[in-house]
């Protein structure tokens, strides 16, 4: 089974942007789909982005155009470029590593997550 750690989370102001990364090990990473999600207080964990072992991109309707997912196999981690920050960005970002991908359903291997927060 795959673990994941992310990094990169923080404080961030509107408008702003954060990278996070997700770094995985204890598998083969190139075969995963990888995803983002995230959760917000009181609020049910969400899908954000994802991208298929192949290359394939996915997002939420409410992150295109600002936010891009992206993967590098030979360091076996993939990436979140946020930009154009929202306070409602704010949440608990989550790595996570599936071999399917139908990405409503949360399923999978998960990271401990990291915290984004955007406010001035």
């Known amino acids: 089974q795959v673990q994941l750690v992310e990094s990169g989370g923080g404080l961030a102001q509107p408008g702003g942007s954060l990278r996070l990364s997700c770094a995985a090990s204890g598998s083969i990473f190139s075969i995963y789909n990888m995803g983002w999600y995230r959760q917000a207080p009181g609020k049910q964990r969400e899908f954000v982005a994802a991208i298929t072992s192949g290359g394939l991109l996915n997002y939420a309707d409410s992150v295109k155009g600002r936010f891009t997912i992206s993967r590098d196999n030979a360091k076996n981690t993939v990436y979140l470029q946020m930009n154009s920050l929202k306070p409602l960005d704010t949440a608990v970002y989550y790595c996570?590593?599936?071999?399917?991908?139908?990405?409503?359903?949360?399923?999978?291997?998960w990271g401990q997550g990291t915290q984004v927060t955007v406010s001035s």
């Open positions: 996570n590593a599936r071999l399917g991908s139908d990405y409503a359903l949360l399923l999978g291997s």
